[in-house]
């Protein structure tokens, strides 16, 4: 297919804001995309692979206005200028071929499967001469893209595609371009989408209409699936009225999600992200070999961080860095052990169980675990009907320094990817948020160098809305408690700049992080309508991706039971 007509598409969703109308243009641009290219699906989503693919494009703002200045003839100097301008390298982007094309004649045609090519061998690229040869590919691109080609292109390789358009969309226009008569689509397409978390996948065998083939898609070990989510309960009485009679309750561990995949010899982890940290638990892979049978699985599971001396569980907090760690594993492997909590299973020796009824699937974990506490085991379980047992395991659970406990309905299949009412995590108050970082300031006198306030934002529908500022709970220096520095964030945050101006940075909503607070108050400085006061940072939550951070709604209804509180007790 012709570029053009996919950054003709791209228009078209960005120019309006409604859902359905964007699910009416992709629909019908779905219908003219041919088998062969399949693979631009991905491309809709700002990506080369699927989701769960480690190659990303990955190029940096600097990097794409070198290829942009080398294209356009342009001064790179002019460029940044023009950037600071619209604030869209996009637009940029635009302009200067516009002015280039009314100079010289195109004499390439961009398709679509070139682009994919040339991109693709982005993230290949390693050793010396690494820049050049990237500049010159992103170059060849942009030589012979035409100025509504030449948007596209750029926000794709910064990763900013602006047009609006969500995993969901692409759902809905699938099913109305192959699907619209079947009244089960929505949950058949979900289902292979939760499934496989590839679009493409999904894309190639909707277009050939085969509802029964989607239907049958299957999990495939070592192939990154989606976590189930929990809802809140709201007591242990209504946990009865949603679960049933007994009910499953486990501890809710306070570390982070760990989805383990193993097909004989062959282990990997995932984080709830879908990011491979298998290099980075080399002593979790030797426990699955060693302490659980079977030839083939997938286990849900929590890793918590615990104290050696002690043997006292310790906070996510204390163990995030671990997910990161790239260097000198078995030290911090050593200072920061972890003990992994099975409390699920997706597939077992070839065959799925995901539809199996959860009393089926935790019998089964606690069969081919063999415990060893501090290690790995199957999670803190009890079955009961009464909510004074529920009590008293939860207060052991919080004893324990865990968050809480999941309530578990006996009889429910596993969802991944959703957040379902079959589970429902019961816990004190709510105390922090998970929020992104979208821009910052450049700090001065013992922070110069560094990124030093955080603007921190919450999500609303598709857009993040700023709440507050943070600074506080940030080291200056390196300490033995490993706390976050303003050093770490700064190279984490300093790839995803979008835009600058004077001190202040705009960053692209990409690193999340756990905030906690005094009080929220109504704010008329916000667009949100609210604010912390007083934040403090407490993690980095590199485990968690950003369709899952704290929403407006959230901190709403906080704000709403914080008056209550005060009403109450005030
Ligand atoms: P929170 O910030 O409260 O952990 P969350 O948004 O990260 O919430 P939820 O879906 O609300 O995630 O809560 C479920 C999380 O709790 C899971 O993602 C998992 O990491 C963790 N967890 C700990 N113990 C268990 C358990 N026994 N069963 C299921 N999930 C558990």
């Not at 090519?117 to 993230?123: A, F, I, S, T, Y």
């Not at 699937?361 to 675990?369: A, D, E, F, P, W």
Request: proline residues 3%; hydrophobic residues 35%.
């Amino acid at each position: 297919m012709l570029y053009k007509t996919l950054a003709e598409t791209y228009e078209k969703l960005s120019s309006t804001t409604k859902r359905l109308e964007k699910i009416d243009i992709l629909a019908e641009f779905l219908e003219k995309v041919s088998e062969k290219d399949g693979e631009l699906l991905y491309l809709l989503q700002g990506e080369i692979y699927p989701e769960y693919d480690e190659r990303k494009i990955g190029i940096s703002n600097q990097l794409a206005i070198k290829a942009l200045s080398k294209a356009t003839g342009t001064n790179s100097k002019k460029i940044i200028q023009e950037w600071k301008k619209i604030g869209d390298l996009g637009e940029v982007a635009r302009k200067l071929t516009k002015t280039k094309s009314q100079t010289t004649l195109q004499t390439h045609i961009l398709t679509t499967q070139k682009v994919i090519e040339n991109l693709r061998k982005l993230p290949d690229l390693e050793g010396k001469g690494t820049v050049d040869k990237k500049i010159s590919l992103i170059t060849e691109l942009l030589t012979s893209a035409s100025s509504i080609e030449s948007i596209y292109l750029m926000r794709t390789l910064i990763g900013d595609l602006r047009i609006g358009v969500q995993e969901s969309t692409i759902k809905y226009a699938i099913i109305k371009a192959f699907f619209p008569n079947e009244e089960n689509a929505d949950e058949i397409v979900q289902r292979a989408i939760d499934k496989s978390n590839d679009i493409t996948e999904i894309f190639q065998l909707a277009r050939k209409k085969k509802l029964k083939e989607l239907e049958n898609i299957s999990l495939e070990v070592g192939k990154p699936i989606k976590a189930m989510l929990a809802q809140k309960a709201a007591s242990i009485e209504q946990a009865f009225e949603a679960l049933g009679k007994p009910m499953a309750v486990e501890y809710k561990y306070d570390g982070f999600r760990l989805l383990i995949h193993k097909n004989k010899d062959k282990i990997i982890l995932f984080t709830r992200r879908l990011e491979n940290v298998t290099k980075q638990f080399p002593e979790v892979v030797d426990y699955i070999k060693e302490y659980i049978g079977g030839e083939s699985f997938i286990l849900d599971s929590e890793a918590v961080g615990f104290d050696r001396k002690t043997k006292q569980y310790t906070g996510f907090q204390a163990i995030s860095q671990r997910i990161r760690r790239k260097y000198d594993i078995e030290k911090v492997q050593d200072k920061l052990p972890v003990e992994v909590n099975i409390f699920d299973i997706l597939y077992y020796n070839g065959k799925s169980q995901l539809d199996k009824p959860f009393e089926e699937r935790t019998q089964l974990v606690r069969k081919i675990i063999t415990n060893h506490p501090y290690k790995i085991i199957a999670s803190k379980m009890i079955i009961t009907s009464d909510e004074k047992e529920v009590n008293k395991f939860y207060k052991e659970a919080l004893a324990n320094n865990q968050e809480g406990v999941m309530l578990k309905n006996l009889k429910a299949e596993y969802k991944p990817g959703r957040r379902v009412g079959n589970m429902l995590k019961l816990k004190p108050e709510q105390r922090d948020f998970d929020l992104v970082i979208t821009g910052a300031e450049w700090g001065s006198g013992k922070r110069s160098g560094w990124l030093s306030s955080f603007n921190l934002s919450c999500k609303s529908g598709k857009e993040f809305l700023e709440i507050g500022k943070v600074g506080t709970g940030i080291s200056e220096k390196e300490t033995e408690d490993n706390k976050i520095t303003f050093q770490t964030l700064t190279e984490l945050l300093k790839p995803h700049i979008i835009a600058e101006k004077g001190k202040e940075v705009t960053i692209k909503p990409k690193v999340i992080v756990s905030v906690t607070y005094q009080e929220i108050q109504k704010s008329p400085n916000y667009k949100s309508g609210v604010a912390l006061r007083f934040p403090r940072f407490v993690a980095l939550r590199e485990d968690k991706p950003l369709a899952e951070i704290t929403t407006l709604e959230d901190i709403e209804a906080e704000l709403g039971s914080q008056r209550k509180e005060s009403w109450k007790y005030g």
